[in-house]
């Protein structure tokens, strides 16, 4: 509890001193669509999502995450940090605490560009990252998964026309402590009684075409998820749709439908805001 405590102080103490340095800053152009629709910009930017997760059983998650994005100059480094504030709904009895509000875990990210060129179609960039899930929410009552987790990964950017951009990402999720059953990360299994690690290899290949006329972007996601720890697959499909408003801040629309696979996660809707700062 006490580490829990710690690292929510010092999450609001890194995204004060963060947003007083980018305020600091002499202001740059300013962001686009494609600022807006990548997800390895490196542009610093505030961001708040409300997310609704309606699971198979019954069960909901509601969230509402801030989050802040630190890119340097450069566009070479990238530090971001979020916090959810999630109210969980089960179909069961949990001795009063069915539906409850509060804190989820706190995400941290590390994101390094070791490639980038100016070309006007091709392989654009790499990005390599680092995510780190501490466990700040109460994994019980279903707002975090318990353990430390950790998440690896790559996007790489391709353009093969100026208003068309893929882009594949290839992440390993894994704990080294079992996670709680009832957090979303969690694996689920042939016996949903029984908390495991977390193994996921996931795979994912997004796809965003920029639209003039309305200033906005659409796209698609196609998701597999392969778990190591239950030896069971997901698949996911994804719908984007957003706008910019104004010249430093986008809304956007994101659907997630499950696919194939191990039943769990059924509906994922989120609405996302973003403020650049720069």
Do not use: C
Not at 39 to 59: C, H, L, N
Not at 197 to 218: F, H
């Amino acid at each position: 509890m006490r580490i829990q405590k710690w690292l929510l102080k010092f999450s609001f103490l890194w995204l004060m001193v963060g947003g007083i340095e980018t305020f600091a800053q002499s202001p740059g152009n300013g962001a686009d669509e494609f600022d807006a629709s990548d997800p390895a910009t490196m542009k610093s930017r505030f961001a708040i999502d409300a997310e609704s997760y309606f699971f198979v059983g019954a069960a909901r998650y509601y969230a509402l995450r801030f989050g802040y994005e630190y890119g340097l100059q450069n566009q070479k480094h990238l530090f971001g940090m979020s916090l959810p504030m999630v109210h969980t709904i089960f179909n069961a009895d949990f001795g009063g605490y069915e539906n409850t509000t509060g804190v989820g875990d706190l995400k941290m990210r590390y994101m390094f560009v070791p490639y980038q060129v100016t070309n006007t179609s091709g392989l654009q960039r790499v990005s390599a990252y680092m995510e780190v899930t501490a466990p700040t929410g109460e994994s019980l009552l279903g707002r975090g998964s318990g353990t430390w987790v950790y998440r690896p990964g790559m996007i790489f950017t391709l353009r093969p026309n100026p208003y068309v951009s893929f882009y594949p990402e290839f992440k390993y999720q894994f704990s080294t402590q079992p996670a709680n059953i009832l957090s979303g990360d969690a694996p689920d299994g042939n016996d949903p009684d029984v908390d495991g690690l977390i193994k996921n290899l996931v795979m994912s290949l997004p796809v965003i075409a920029i639209v003039d006329n309305w200033k906005g972007w659409a796209g698609m996601n196609a998701t597999y998820i392969q778990s190591f720890s239950e030896q069971t697959y997901y698949v996911f499909l994804r719908l984007d749709f957003g706008t910019m408003i104004g010249e430093k801040s986008s809304a956007a629309l994101n659907i997630t439908k499950f696919i194939a696979g191990q039943p769990r996660l059924d509906v994922l809707v989120q609405a996302k805001f973003q403020f650049f700062l720069r």
